[in-house]
């Protein structure tokens, strides 16, 4: 009798404990309440990775070209103008990790996948990987239901909000209260109002562009060299691994920008690719750098194109991707 009254204490509450817990609970569920609500907004704002997710729904067992890379490759590579159908999954400040995460997260959903496309840009393998801490990792898992966080993944990972308060914040601003979203993506997840930009605020003026500081990566990074070549040769070797057609491309940047380059970086970025070209014989390159034919008015800035230079680099591209159907 005695142990049973002191066990039934342990879940009895004074008056006071249980007031206290009302109130609590009368605080919490409003906030709930209301992140639930942010969050659902939050879901619904028009992006590129929505917009990717949802042709993957409906797409997917067709799609035959995958492009990976960072904002250059996003920005340079509208899917639209493929002639076989084809995703980009590049974004802003994505690495090779993550391109590799994505390619294999994806795989199962591609089933009829045939080309890859990898970004290999100036300063490629002397930039880090992306951190564990991407905040994408959280978009990649809510609208492709891939895993990049190389863990098991908890409830929180699929919320979009807190992976990125300030972005998300700026953009329900935009969207939901000034209605001044800029972004107009098409149904690949390509964003066809993107002009704005440096060039367009100098109006294409040459000279003023030609005496602009040039925003680029000239850190030279000789410690993470060798782990980035090892980690994209994996990559390469997994594609191979499947029969799938490889390019590797890097896009067109304004005259201004090489000529900021640090040649040692270059000399070691094409000696590497010059070891994979070796060694994969098959695999095919696009190098638009240095083509000049390339517009001012194709350009955003240095090294992004707006939406009329990324219609030729992508039919460039689409072109170099049909090579492979005609060989014997």
């Given at each position: 009798m005695p142990d049973q009254k002191k066990n039934s204490s342990i879940f009895s509450f004074s008056k006071t404990q249980l007031q206290l817990l009302g109130s609590a609970a009368l605080f919490f569920v409003p906030v709930v309440a209301i992140f639930l609500v942010v969050e659902s907004l939050v879901i619904d704002l028009p992006s590129p990775f929505k917009a990717i997710g949802e042709r993957i729904e409906q797409k997917g067992d067709q799609v035959k070209i995958a492009v990976f890379g960072s904002s250059q490759i996003m920005q340079?590579?509208?899917?639209?103008?493929?002639?076989?159908?084809?995703?980009?999954?590049?974004?802003?400040?994505?690495?090779h990790n993550t391109d590799f995460n994505l390619l294999k997260?994806?795989?199962?959903?591609?089933?009829?996948?045939?080309?890859?496309?990898?970004?290999?840009?100036?300063?490629?393998?002397?930039?880090?990987?992306?951190?564990?801490?991407?905040?994408?990792?959280?978009?990649?898992?809510?609208?492709?239901?891939?895993?990049?966080?190389?863990r098991p993944v908890y409830l929180k990972?699929?919320?979009?909000?807190?992976?990125?308060?300030?972005?998300?914040?700026?953009?329900?601003?935009?969207?939901?209260?000034?209605?001044?979203?800029?972004?107009r993506y098409n149904e690949?997840?390509?964003?066809?109002?993107?002009?704005?930009?440096?060039?367009?605020?100098?109006?294409?003026?040459?000279?003023?562009?030609?005496?602009?500081?040039?925003?680029?990566?000239?850190?030279?990074?000789?410690?993470?060299?060798?782990?980035?070549?090892?980690y994209f040769k994996e990559m390469i070797q997994y594609a191979a691994s499947k029969d799938w057609n490889i390019v590797i491309i890097s896009p067109p940047t304004f005259s201004n920008y090489n000529a900021e380059r640090?040649?040692?970086?270059?000399?070691?970025?094409?000696?590497?690719?010059?070891e994979i070209a070796t060694a994969y014989p098959a695999i095919k390159f696009l190098n638009c750098e240095s083509d000049t034919s390339?517009?001012?008015?194709?350009?955003?800035?240095?090294?992004?194109?707006?939406?009329?230079?990324?219609?030729?680099?992508t039919k460039k591209l689409d072109a170099v991707i049909n090579s492979f159907n005609q060989q014997p």
């Open positions: 340079g590579i509208n899917a639209a103008h493929f002639t076989q159908e084809g995703l980009n999954f590049s974004s802003g400040a994505q690495h997260g994806l795989a199962e959903r591609l089933p009829d996948l045939e080309t890859v496309v990898f970004e290999v840009s100036y300063s490629h393998f002397e930039i880090p990987h992306n951190s564990k801490h991407f905040w994408k990792n959280g978009v990649f898992l809510k609208f492709y239901d891939v895993n990049t966080y190389n990972d699929a919320l979009l909000f807190p992976s990125h308060p300030a972005y998300y914040s700026e953009r329900l601003l935009e969207y939901y209260l000034k209605d001044s979203l800029p972004y690949f997840g390509y964003d066809t109002n993107l002009y704005r930009g440096k060039f367009k605020r100098l109006q294409y003026n040459l000279d003023s562009i030609q005496n602009s500081k040039v925003r680029m990566n000239n850190r030279e990074a000789l410690q993470i060299i060798d782990y980035n070549t090892s640090i040649p040692a970086i270059v000399k070691r970025r094409d000696s590497i690719l010059s390339f517009k001012v008015t194709e350009f955003r800035n240095e090294n992004h194109l707006n939406p009329e230079g990324a219609e030729r680099f």
